[in-house]
């Protein structure tokens, strides 16, 4: 018996949460899963992708996608999966609307990839995470539920998405905070959009994701019962409802009570989860090998084939980075968030060398983030009119001494409103750095006349007004002057 109270942080502190998790993802082939259809129906008028297999007409015949077949398995590559020499498809039996043929092409019991892992990192941990399976499936027509004028509730259908390839990955329950499960999903993208078989985009619904959490008392091995949570539409929501559960489950617990085996959908509103259907009322699937495809083999050179087309993957290009650049694995872990972004870093340091990389990744993290994220939450520097030619100018600038850091600042600002290229900017603005002493020295004497208060503190002890007084100099210099410079001249006047 594990002493506890009824609620607060001491109840919770007994349970260890353990949690694994169902992912859906929706695959960017070109087609759809078992006809002609094309994939793509985001901007689509509804039903306007349509055909006979995929509205499940009776007597129409599926043919297996090999695009989606292919990225099946280089995700499952990429995640170390076992990928067996044979697999099937099998018919998944349940009544729903959403499911215009009565069933779903599902896989059951041989799936594409077996096994795997994926490292994941969440609050300073490392934690291999085991992938139980992926399998490939076609998605569902969407439900769109309304209310009509006089109060009655109706839905409507659209089967632009039915039959889209949908691959499924189920993790072995793995994770123990709702931040892991966060991590693990932002990971699992990630990897997913650099081996570029998904968008994966929860908002649009191209990444969906099932957690199932159960608690236990802390320091015991044996599982408790699973509750399943459904209705996420964004990592946020998954770690809100992932919270709730636990405080909920912990509650139950501590209470002396049951954890009920069951799904519950998770309300976006109130950040609560509410029940939906116990266990015993599961659905029975009445599973059997699909009869109308043939099994598929999947022979070892067709794998090596695809193995030869993965690219870098995110971690590994991390560690490339650091060891490649001297970059910390936090800048590194930045630069590589995108694999369109790594490469325009890189690109950038194959024209400055890569002596210069740390200054580029500094650039890179800093304000060409800031600026691209003006333009929307994915935009990558190809959407700006920036190029990595006029990053790896706006570095030579600053470290010839033709432009101060300031400077730069403002030109990168330009560069990115206009386009034109930071030497071009530089010039056509007067802004070259002046490194001319004398210049700058008598400046500084000006900047000492006009500001006797911040002299008597600097002379008084007060080392830090310098600052204020190189502050000053810079501004009288339009931000031109050498920084060092100004500070030399200043302090060697105010010590005379
Ligand atoms: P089901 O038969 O209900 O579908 P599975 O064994 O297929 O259950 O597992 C489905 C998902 O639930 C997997 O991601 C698995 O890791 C996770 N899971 C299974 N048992 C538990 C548990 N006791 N607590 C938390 N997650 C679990
Ligand atoms: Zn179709
Ligand atoms: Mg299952």
Redesign the pocket.
Same mark, same amino acid.
């Given at each position: 018996m594990v002493a506890t109270q009824p609620g607060g942080a001491s109840t919770r502190a007994a349970y260890e949460p353990v949690i694994g998790l169902e992912v859906h993802v929706q695959l960017k082939t070109r087609s759809?899963m078992f %006809? $002609? %259809?094309e994939r793509d129906y985001f901007d689509a008028e509804p039903n306007s992708? +349509? !055909?006979a +297999? !995929?509205?499940g007409m009776p007597g129409m015949l599926p043919v297996i996608n090999e695009q989606a077949v292919a990225f099946t398995i280089l995700a499952g590559l990429a995640i170390g999966c076992e990928i067996p020499a044979h697999a099937k498809f099998d018919r998944k039996n349940y009544p729903y609307p959403d499911l215009v043929k009565g069933y779903q092409i599902s896989q059951y019991d041989q799936p594409l990839c077996l096994g795997g892992t994926l490292e994941i990192e969440a609050d300073g941990v490392t934690r291999a995470v085991q992938i139980e399976r992926i399998h490939l499936e076609e998605d569902t027509a969407r439900l769109l539920h309304r209310d009509g004028a006089n109060g009655d509730a109706y839905s409507l259908i659209d089967v632009n998405r039915s $039959?889209v390839p949908l691959m499924e990955l189920v993790t072995r329950p793995d994770m123990h905070s709702a931040a892991e499960a966060m991590a693990f999903l932002r990971t699992l993208r990630q990897v997913l959009r650099y081996v570029g078989v998904s968008d994966a985009d929860m908002e649009k619904g191209s990444f969906r994701c099932d957690a199932n959490v159960s608690l236990r008392p802390t320091g015991t091995e044996a599982l408790g019962n699973k509750v399943e949570v459904k209705n996420m539409n964004s990592f946020r929501a998954v770690g809100r409802a992932l919270e709730f559960e636990i405080e909920r489950q912990a509650r139950v617990l501590s209470e002396g009570g049951r954890v009920a085996q069951e799904t519950r959908g998770y309300i976006d509103a109130t950040g609560a989860t509410v029940s939906q259907r116990s266990k015993e009322e599961a659905h029975d699937y009445r599973y059997f090998p699909e009869p109308d495809l043939p099994p598929l083999e999947v022979s070892r050179e067709t794998i090596a084939e695809l193995r030869a087309r993965l690219p870098e993957l995110p971690a590994a290009r991390r560690e490339r980075f650091v060891a490649q650049f001297g970059l910390t694995r936090d800048e590194a872990r930045q630069l590589v968030e995108t694999r369109e972004g790594a490469a325009a870093f890189e690109e950038t340091v194959a024209l400055t060398g890569t002596e210069r990389a740390r200054e580029v990744a500094h650039w890179f993290i800093g304000d060409v983030t800031r600026l691209l994220g003006t333009l929307d939450a994915d935009a990558q520097l190809a959407d700006s009119p920036l190029t990595p030619a006029h990053l790896a100018e706006l570095v030579a600038l600053v470290a010839d001494r033709a432009i101060t850091a300031a400077t730069a600042k403002e030109v990168l600002q330009a560069a990115f409103e206009s386009g034109d290229l930071p030497s071009v900017i530089v010039d056509a603005r007067g802004l070259r750095q002046i490194n001319d002493d004398a210049e700058i020295d008598r400046v500084a004497a000006e900047v000492i006349e006009a500001n006797p208060q911040a002299v008597a503190d600097y002379r008084g002890g007060k080392e830090a007004a310098v600052k204020f007084l190189v502050g000053q100099v810079m501004r009288a210099m339009r931000g031109r002057a050498d920084p060092n410079g100004a500070t030399e001249a200043l302090v060697r006047r105010l010590r005379a």
């Open positions: 759809k %006809c $002609g %259809c992708h +349509v !055909c +297999v !995929c509205l $039959g």
